[in-house]
């Protein structure tokens, strides 16, 4: 009986040690599985570089060339360059300015993790012209259509130049424009509403927001693109999203406001243009001096509401302002 207590007690303290002292202190457990890199590389930024190539940047270095594999315009092609995070695709014919091309690369990170990316590029435009908005109508009817009348202050290529209602992606409508040539003094009219007579046409004519808005001049369609120009405008009236009533119209509002693109305001749209008593036939105009110079301080005095009937769309603006009534 006592040998058996003993071995008993023996047991005991064995399977004690086991789960106590006998442990090293402080232990730490290490996941090797967790060390292995298994999320693929992610397309950050694509645009046109030149007239014969593109460049991707990733979120991470691209591994072999040899597991790469490039398409431009549906052809497969080893025209390609890889430095790190970056490919570069070269074209093996001269590209048209500010022309959409489909590219489609499947590209595979130091870890082996792949990653297929299908995407629409606009070629780069070497020689851009440079615009100023001059004349705009967000109240428009089925006569007189909502338009956006750009003036050239500076010769080039229109090809890819955009005007748009938002940022980078987060647009609601645009109008990216063609390879053509202008020079200094030419005026150009984009309609956004589908029975709007004009130069040219957005991609979706939805028509532009009629009391509160931005409409933005870029240089590229490509995010982070330079912009040439912009316009904040409100009535002014509502008590949400600073003014706006829209939260994408504060935001816009606000980016171009920290960009320095307009003047810097607090409510936002209290130095936004008053579009109060524009109508379909009273535009909202740029400001000239006597010698016709434009005035550009990205600021809202920069621009008037026209008299009534006094829109002119693809000429010269109207010099008459509308006058406010008393109260």
């Not at 040690?17 to 890199?37: E, F, G, H, K, R």
């Not at 063609?178 to 957005?202: L, N, R």
């Not at 409100?234 to 119209?249: E, L, M, P, Q, Y």
């Not at 301080?297 to 008037?304: E, G, I, K, S, V």
Request: hydrophobic residues 30%.
């Amino acid at each position: 009986m006592m040998i058996k207590k003993l071995v008993l007690l023996i047991i005991s303290t064995l399977v004690l040690c086991s789960c106590t002292s006998c442990q090293p202190a402080n232990v730490q457990i290490i996941d090797m599985l967790s060390c292995i890199d298994s999320i693929p590389p992610s397309l950050l930024e694509i645009k046109g570089i030149s007239l014969y190539a593109f460049n991707l940047e990733f979120s991470e270095p691209i591994g072999n060339r040899e597991d790469c594999k490039v398409q431009l315009e549906d052809e497969y092609t080893t025209n390609f360059k890889l430095e790190g995070s970056s490919l570069r695709i070269y074209s093996n014919k001269k590209l048209i300015a500010g022309k959409k091309y489909h590219i489609k690369v499947e590209v595979v990170d130091e870890s082996g993790n792949s990653t297929i990316v299908e995407s629409m590029c606009f070629s780069k435009n070497l020689n851009p012209a440079k615009v100023l908005i001059s004349e705009i109508s967000t109240k428009g009817t089925k006569k007189y259509g909502d338009r956006v009348e750009l003036i050239c202050i500076d010769s080039g290529c229109l090809a890819g130049i955009t005007v748009s209602n938002g940022f980078n992606y987060n647009w609601e409508d645009r109008c990216v424009l063609p390879d053509v040539s202008i020079c200094s003094g030419d005026i150009i009219v984009i309609g956004f509403g589908s029975d709007t007579k004009a130069d040219y046409k957005s991609e979706n004519l939805d028509g532009l927001s009629s009391n509160n808005g931005c409409l933005i001049v870029s240089e590229t369609p490509d995010v982070n693109s330079p912009i040439q120009d912009c316009i904040v405008y409100s009535n002014k009236t509502s008590s949400t999203f600073s003014g706006f009533a829209n939260r994408h119209i504060e935001e816009t509002a606000n980016t171009l406001m920290r960009k320095g693109e307009w003047e810097l305001s607090t409510p936002l749209s209290e130095g936004a243009m008053n579009t109060t008593y524009e109508t379909s036939t009273r535009s909202i105009n740029r400001r000239a001096d006597r010698w016709g110079n434009y005035q550009d301080t990205n600021a809202q005095n920069d621009f008037y509401v026209t008299v009534t009937s006094g829109q002119t769309f693809g000429f010269k603006n109207n010099p008459r302002e509308y006058e406010i009534p008393d109260d």
